[in-house]
């Protein structure tokens, strides 16, 4: 999954302070917590990660916490008039030893969980909790703010200076600072209370993935890849069942086993425990959790004279209110929902002229998807996934970042840096042209336990420059399934699309212009666009001629491969539409419904029936493993986000279609990255796309993207 469910930026969100930034400064902590010291070494100082440990977690963010507050006093209790060098700036340090600890907290809780930290993270959260009302209900603290921004109003401040305090003021607005005491305690209460909840669905989750493993013996490979299959017997091997062949309970093992096994029941078995994650009625059973998440973000926004949670949330999104999200949304559902239609015809007939009697059921779409695919376009995807190795596209997405953003990537020799697991490796970022340091770029690709499923990108280190320039240390995390000793790892055209559209954050974060940490964080349903936008690379002509070759033989990818690949461009578009769409819908209507007697199950299922959601495919992400809108609430009421993103994207497509150049085209590229890449979020989203377009996104863009029917044209 495209997924920037960025851990850092969750973590920020659940604490609701001013800013994530890992800066070395001039402030220096004085523990002797290694995980709450400024980073050391080489280039400009990199995380310890060769000295972190479980064990050290709580004491540093409980002396972490102690400090930030000790700041935030310093700040609230100041007898100067209120200025935004002397609060804005001072908040933008603030809390700098809890913002290192950051770094290790999301690596465990994200790369390499265990037991032993899920417990100290359950300890933690009410705590930080606490932590984060006790900044935002500072009633000193918010006069002084309120003070800037009052003046600000009246005598407009530098345009960065002025973005940042326009951004404090509307979160600490949103989060209760204005409120008396009563509703500030109860706000407080209620923000410790989710902060366990979503621990716990996070956990339940994880515990599902790891404990529900579909073990094959030898005879019940037919289909299978032979990559696949050693891969399969090294995990099951690792799991202590040697002689066995094991499919895990993520994406990256489940897709192409449903894709490609020709044993239908066992199709349904991996199936039904991918999608029954979080919903097993047993104690890691998450509906209950969801309907108290609900019933809490409603009472919580209640407090601020908010109708529903989906209100409070949009008003600094690009889309404002719920109903402009709803109507993108509902604008493309009809189209996808007949596409799926015109699919399943379509894979009805093939299975039918197979002798298979059957009807198309959820755990049948991919494998006759697939089928359909290789009679409709004579196109193969286990043939296409040989000429996409791991490597090669890495080295695709350093050419593209190349001939864009004019950076080069450079190989840092092992252990010059420290890294949190064998398998990540460290790249040098630096201009082709001046070799000024960029940054550093670390690369977390394989799956195994401990680490959660999906895709995602993040800082350790952001770009800022208030305090003189800092450089960036960026990660992109896959979960590749990691192949036999000496074999290539070989993904899908859909993996490696993911991987272009992680690479683009990192992309993202390393041209940063900005000066201060605020503006380093994103708008939630602008900041996938420019991820989105990446994807578009990875099918050029430049990068399939240079990059996409035979994993044994070496040679480039057939021509005509190439223009079957094109061809089917369009090809599952309304699986694809349909099963995000339910998600973001389903996510959306969640939060504007009266949550009070909510029976989670109940209104899944007639909400999909009111929907006319196909029977023959699921949600994305059905709700009780819907990580994103229920593990914290980064994208809760945001789903929705990815298409509002794919509007843009698709829009700004059309922009390189139509220059001289192409999607290389180096004027269209330079408007990308000086609107649309550097400023972040120094300028309002709307307007920085206006000035790379011209004008305003347009919904048409995106159906012909999608092969849907383009009824209207502005």
């Excluded at 109708?307 to 949330?313: F, G, P, V």
């Excluded at 305090?467 to 960026?474: C, E, N, Q, R």
């Amino acid at each position: 999954m495209k997924t920037n469910t960025i851990l850092s930026t969750v973590i920020c969100t659940m604490l609701l302070t001013t800013s994530c930034k890992n800066d070395t400064e001039t402030n220096k902590t004085m523990s002797d917590n290694v995980l709450l010291q400024d980073y050391t070494g080489p280039y400009g100082g990199v995380p310890a990660f060769d000295k972190m440990s479980v064990d050290l977690i709580e004491p540093a963010v409980l002396e972490g916490m102690e400090q930030g507050l000790k700041d935030i006093e310093a700040i609230a209790n100041n007898t100067e008039v209120p200025t935004f060098e002397n609060t804005i700036e001072a908040m933008e340090r603030a809390g700098k030893g809890l913002d290192n600890v950051f770094t290790y907290y999301g690596i465990f809780s994200s790369n390499v969980s265990s037991p032993e930290f899920r417990e100290v993270q359950g300890k933690l959260a009410p705590k930080l909790s606490e932590y984060s009302s006790k900044i935002n209900q500072n009633e000193k603290l918010f006069k002084r703010i309120k003070s800037v921004y009052d003046a600000s109003q009246n005598n407009p401040l530098p345009a960065d200076q002025q973005r940042v305090v326009e951004l404090i003021y509307k979160r600490f607005e949103m989060n209760g600072a204005e409120l008396d005491e009563a509703k500030k305690k109860r706000y407080a209460e209620i923000n410790k209370e989710l902060s366990t909840l979503y621990n716990k669905f996070s956990d339940n989750v994880l515990h599902d993935e790891e404990n529900y493993i579909t073990y094959l013996s030898k005879d019940q490979l037919d289909g299978l890849s032979e990559g696949f299959i050693k891969s399969a017997a090294k995990i099951a091997t690792d799991n202590g069942k040697e002689g066995m062949y094991a499919i895990t309970n993520t994406r990256s093992s489940m897709d192409p086993f449903l894709t490609y096994s020709t044993e239908r029941e066992l199709r349904k078995k991996v199936w039904t425990n991918y999608y029954s994650r979080g919903d097993n009625g047993d104690k890691y059973d998450n509906n209950q959790l969801i309907a108290n998440i609900l019933k809490l973000r409603r009472e919580r926004v209640e407090l601020l004279g908010y109708k529903n949670y989906a209100e409070w949330r949009l008003q600094d999104r690009m889309a404002k209110t719920p109903e402009n999200a709803m109507g993108l949304m509902e604008a493309v559902w009809p189209a996808a929902i007949a596409r799926v239609k015109e699919e399943v015809a379509d894979m009805q007939a093939v299975a039918e002229a197979a002798g298979d009697n059957i009807e198309i059921a959820p755990w049948d779409y991919r494998f006759y998807a697939e089928k359909v695919r290789q009679k409709k376009y004579d196109l193969d995807s286990d043939e296409v996934k040989q000429y996409l190795q791991l490597d090669k596209l890495t080295q695709a997405l350093f050419y593209t970042a190349g001939r864009l953003f004019n950076y080069k990537f450079t190989p840092v020799e092992d252990g010059k840096v420290p890294v949190f697991h064998e398998d990540v490796k460290v790249w040098e970022v630096t201009d082709k042209d001046s070799d000024k340091f960029i940054g550093l770029w670390y690369l977390d690709p394989f799956a195994r336990k401990g680490k959660r499923s999906g895709a995602w990108a993040t800082t350790y280190r952001s770009h800022t420059t208030f305090d003189g320039p800092k450089t960036v240390l960026a990660s992109n995390n896959s979960n590749f399934v990691k192949a036999a000793p000496g074999e290539a790892v070989l993904v899908s055209w859909d993996d490696a699309e993911t991987f272009f559209h992680e690479f683009g954050h990192a992309l993202h974060f390393f041209s940063s212009n900005v000066k201060y940490p605020t503006l380093n964080g994103g708008v939630r349903d602008y900041t996938e666009f420019q991820s989105q936008l990446l994807e578009r690379w990875l099918s050029t002509d430049e990068v399939i001629n240079q990059f996409l070759v035979h994993y044994k033989t070496g040679e480039p990818i057939p021509a005509s491969l190439v223009a079957k690949i094109k061809k089917a461009s369009t090809f599952n578009q309304g699986f694809g539409t349909t099963e995000y769409l339910a998600s973001a819908l389903m996510d959306m209507k969640l939060h504007l419904v009266d949550p009070t007697n909510i029976d989670i199950d109940k209104f899944e299922r007639e909400t999909l029936a009111e929907l006319n959601m196909p029977k023959e495919l699921p949600m994305r992400h059905r709700t009780p493993h819907f990580g994103h809108v229920f593990s914290g609430e980064g994208y809760a009421t945001a789903y929705y986000g990815y298409m509002w993103a794919d509007v843009l994207t698709s829009d700004a497509s059309e922009a390189f279609k139509e220059a001289p150049g192409g999607f290389y085209d180096k004027k269209v590229a330079d408007r990308l990255v000086q609107y649309l890449f550097a400023p972040r979020n120094s300028m309002d989203p709307a307007e920085a796309y206006r000035k790379f377009r011209g004008r305003d996104a347009k919904i048409e863009a995106l159906m012909r993207d999608r092969g849907f029917p383009v009824t209207t044209e502005n």
